[in-house]
C-alpha cells in the first residue's frame, strides 16, 4: 500500500469513528429529562455506537504503520480481525437485546390523550425493575420524562392518573405524587412517607 492510500484510509477511518460519535450523541442527549422519545430508540445504543467509534480509532492507528513484510501483515491482521469480530457481535447482541424493555401498563391521562403514563419492566429477570415515564406529545414531537425507577425490593406497587394533570405512585414506604404542566412538564415530587404501623 502506497503512503498516499494509507493516509487515506487513516482518515476515513477516523472520519467514520467520528460519524459513529456524532450519530450517539444526540440519542444520549434524548435520554435525558424530557427528550425526544424517537431519537433516544433510534440513537441511544452506546455499546454499538461508541464501541463502533472506538473500533475504528483503533483501527485507524494502526494502520498509520507500515508492515512492510508478509509476517508483520499476518500480524496486523491477527489483531485486528478479532477485535473488528468481537466488536460487531457485541454491538449486534446490545442493540437486540438491550432494548425498551417490555411494557407493563399504558395509561393516557383522563381527558388528554397525548399524556400518556407507561410502566416498563426492564429486567431480564424474574425479579422486575419498574420504570415509570410520562411521555407527552404524538409523533416526532413526542418527549418523555422519567418518575423514576423501582424494583420489587424498594416496594413498588403501582402508578396511577388520580386527577387531572396529577400522577401519584405508590411505594411501600411512601407516596409521590408528581403534577403535569399543559405543555407535559413534569413537576414535583412531592413525597409522603407511610406509617411504619396502621394508626389506630
Known amino acids: 500500500m502506497t503512503v498516499t492510500r494509507r493516509k487515506q484510509v487513516v ?4 472520519g467514520a469513528a467520528l460519524a459513529a460519535f456524532l450519530v450517539y450523541l444526540p440519542g444520549y442527549l434524548s435520554s435525558q429529562q424530557g427528550g425526544l ?3 433516544e430508540r433510534w440513537l441511544n445504543h452506546p455499546v454499538l455506537l461508541l464501541g463502533t467509534a472506538v473500533t475504528l480509532a483503533v483501527a485507524s492507528a494502526v494502520a498509520q504503520f ?27 447482541l446490545a442493540y437486540v437485546f438491550g432494548g425498551d424493555g417490555r411494557l407493563i401498563d399504558s395509561k393516557p391521562e383522563p381527558n ?3 399524556h ?5 419492566d426492564m429486567a431480564f429477570s424474574i425479579d422486575p425493575v419498574y420504570r415509570v415515564e410520562l411521555l407527552s406529545g404524538t409523533g416526532w414531537s413526542a418527549r418523555h420524562w422519567s418518575l423514576g ?15 387531572p394533570g396529577r400522577i401519584t405512585v405508590t411505594l411501600e414506604h411512601e407516596v409521590r405524587v408528581y403534577t403535569v404542566g399543559e405543555d407535559g412538564t413534569l413537576g414535583g415530587p412531592s413525597v409522603t412517607p407511610k406509617p411504619a404501623w396502621p394508626l389506630p
Open 11 to 14: 482518515w476515513w477511518l477516523r
Open 37 to 39: 422519545v424517537k431519537v
Open 66 to 92: 507500515e508492515f512492510r513484510t508478509r509476517w508483520a501483515q499476518i500480524g496486523c491482521a491477527a489483531v485486528l480481525s478479532p477485535l473488528l469480530v468481537v466488536g460487531a457481535a457485541v454491538g449486534a
Open 112 to 114: 388528554r390523550a397525548d
Open 116 to 120: 400518556v403514563l407507561n410502566i416498563t
Open 149 to 163: 425507577t423501582w424494583g420489587e425490593e424498594e416496594g413498588f406497587l403501582r402508578a396511577e392518573w388520580t386527577g
